[in-house]
């Protein structure tokens, strides 16, 4: 490329390199060329994606209405019949005890949180008795943890029904005592699983391979544990020749 004159000065003819000269700044700037790109240099990592929101369709549609929650929360669901327990320690209940107070408050009832098959109901009934088979005993071992957030442990219980059904409830001690359950829900239950404050609940989607996951978390104005997060997963397949999990633990049967 031609190099410009500058305005008041004559241009000086340039020689070109020869030989020696030539080798050696050839090798000067390879280095310099072979450098780029080398770690902690600046490497282009391609074009970035172009941010797109949420686009509203239909804008001109009127939605559902989605009415508003109860200012004053849901009222507390005492189980009736149960001693208060000292310094709210729902590890002082015995939780045989504690379903079988609520069948007693709530006799016959086939739906709903209290809904029971009667068979199921009268093995729950026998749990504990003179002869009966602690194994048979509907009530699953408890578990214990802080979903409330207010440093001491709920009490979270599984009642196992036919066809792999479940009852998941869970019961929290107000300062006096008193037992009251802030989550009752039945599902034909794949899993239950505890992950930080929420109970996890992972049940079939209808769909082949895929599951629904709900989480259940304690909402403060409402005062109990609602379903706030739910996605359906696709079940990763299992390997051939994997056994199947072990039977689960029950209350009457010396579990946790």
Known sequence: MAVPETPGRS????????????????ALLLPLAAGCGDTGGLVQAGP?????????????RK????????????????VPGLAPVADQDVHAVDPVALVQAELR???NKSVGPDGMYPQTAA???????AGADPAKCPVLAPYYRDLTGN??????IGIEFPDRMMSVRVYTADPDGRLNRIMATTETVVAVELAGRDVILRVPSGNPGYELITAWSWDERQR????????????????????????????GAGGR
Request: charged share 20%; net charge positive.
């Open 11 to 26: 241009r000086t003819p340039r020689t070109p390199l020869r030989g020696g000269r030539s080798l050696l700044l050839s």
């Open 123 to 129: 093995a729950v009934l026998a749990c504990g008795t």
């Open 63 to 78: 939605g559902a209405d989605v009415p508003p929650a109860d200012p004053g929360g849901a009222p507390p669901e005492y």
């Open 151 to 156: 440093g001491k442990d709920e009490l979270v």
């Open 48 to 60: 970035t994606p172009t941010a797109s929101g949420p686009v509203h369709l239909w804008p001109e």
């Open 105 to 107: 408050a709530y006799p």
């Open 224 to 251: 109990s544990m609602l379903p706030t997060r739910e996605q359906i997963v696709r079940v990763p397949a299992k390997p051939s020749g994997s056994a199947g999990p072990a039977g689960p633990s029950r209350a």
